[in-house]
Structure formats: structure tokens, C-alpha cells
């Protein structure tokens, strides 16, 4: 099985902060790399797909990088409406796993 | 407008059977990878599987094979997930969610839209 690693698993930033979650594969994954968001009480959304791109309707303060085994989702500016958790998912080989997840607070 | 319309929660004793379903509408059920996301009590979301309503070709995520059956009745529009013998340890929220897919960038294993989820609990 795939693996795959979180780090923090919680954080809290200071609005306008630039807030960085960092996901790791046990093996490589090539690109095949999703970032979900889950606000409390809430369904998860998709943000991000094949690593880096951008969900439709997700606001570009939002980008992912990475390849291989090591990915990271950035909040350029973070903002009180994303304060939620959120949770990295390789879809490798037509199997999925996800992140333990890292929860997002306001400081 | 795609859907996916979950049925209610349910609370049953350990050791009883359940199934649960997902009807999608707005799009070409048969035509689209169906997944199942299990959310235990203040948890993170694990990969339970997915399967492709045209063939009811299935996948299982390793920690969840054997644990529950997956299918699908394209003739109505819905998917289910089913437990022969309900644990305690299945108390959980349970979401059912569409792969994503636009034009050549299509997947399986990733998703789109998500129910709203059911919630299962299982208590003597």
C-alpha cells in the first residue's frame, strides 16, 4: 500500500499569513496528487488535482507543487473562510489513499 | 446539476447487516467511477473504493477488502455499500462521491462531487 504522510497535522496562522502543508508518498506517485479542503460540519471540495491544478472555482490564493514523493499545498494569504482541514489523496494506479489530514486554525 | 442524493442514517446493533445508497443524477450514471469515503468519529477521511456502474467493475482499498461489498444497480441510478455483520468499529460518517473527470483528464480514484454522507452508528 501507498502511504501517505502529513506534516503538520494542525497549525494556526494569523490572517494574510502565507501557510504551507506538506503531503509525502511512501513511493513515487508521479503527479497523480489531490489536495481536498473539509470545513467543519461540512462535505470535502477538491481543490487540487494532478498536483498543481487548479480546481474550477477554488480562488487562486491555492496552489500545489511537487512530484515524485514529496508535494506541498500552499495558502498564499490565508483568509478566515479557510479555516478547515485539509487532506492530501494519491489516486495512483486507480487506487486512492488519503493524508492524515492537517487542520487549519486562525491564531 | 450533478448529484448524489445519500439515504439516512441508520443505527443498528453489532453484528446486523446494512446497506446504504447513493443515487447520482445530472450525468450519465453508468458512465462514471462511484467512490466510498468512510470519516470515523472526529477522523480523518479514509478510501474505502470505488466502482464503475457500466461493468460493476470494483477496486477495493486493501484495509477495506472483505470488510464491505460495493455495487451498483445502473437501471435505477445507484450505488450501495453493505456490512454482513456490523461492528462498533463501523461507526462512522459515510460518503459516497463521483470520480472526476473533463474531457481527456479523467480518473477513478479522484473526486468530484460528494454526497452528503450517512451516518452510521453501531451500538449494543
Known amino acids: 500500500d501507498i502511504q501517505m504522510t502529513q506534516s503538520p497535522s494542525s497549525l494556526s496562522a494569523s490572517i494574510g499569513d502565507r501557510v504551507t502543508i506538506t503531503c509525502r508518498a511512501s513511493?513515487?506517485?508521479?503527479?497523480?496528487l489531490a489536495w481536498y479542503q473539509q470545513k467543519p460540519g461540512k462535505v470535502p471540495k477538491l481543490l487540487i488535482y494532478a498536483a498543481s491544478a487548479l480546481h474550477s472555482g477554488v480562488p487562486s490564493r491555492f496552489s500545489g507543487s511537487g512530484s515524485g514523493t514529496d508535494f506541498t499545498l500552499t495558502i498564499s494569504s490565508l483568509q478566515p473562510e479557510d479555516v478547515a482541514s485539509y487532506y492530501c489523496q494519491t489516486y495512483n494506479r486507480g487506487l486512492g489513499t488519503f493524508g492524515q489530514g492537517t487542520k487549519v486554525e486562525i491564531k | 446539476e450533478v448529484q448524489l442524493v445519500q439515504s439516512g442514517a441508520v443505527v443498528k446493533k453489532p453484528g446486523e447487516s446494512l446497506k446504504i445508497s447513493c443515487k447520482g443524477s445530472g450525468y450519465s450514471f453508468p458512465d462514471y467511477w462511484i467512490g466510498w469515503v468512510r470519516q470515523m468519529p472526529g477522523k480523518g477521511l479514509e478510501w474505502m473504493g470505488i466502482?464503475?456502474?457500466?461493468?460493476?467493475?470494483?477496486t477495493y482499498s486493501p484495509s477495506f477488502q472483505g470488510q464491505v461489498t460495493i455495487s451498483a444497480d445502473k437501471s435505477i441510478n445507484v450505488t450501495y455499500l453493505q456490512w454482513s455483520s456490523l461492528k462498533a468499529s463501523d461507526t462512522a460518517m459515510y460518503y459516497c462521491a463521483r470520480q472526476y473527470c473533463h474531457g481527456a483528464n479523467c480518473n477513478p480514484a479522484m473526486f468530484e462531487y460528494w454526497g452528503p454522507g450517512t451516518q452510521i452508528t453501531v451500538s449494543s
Open positions: 513511493q513515487g506517485i508521479y503527479h497523480y
Open positions: 466502482i464503475y456502474p457500466s461493468d460493476a467493475d470494483t
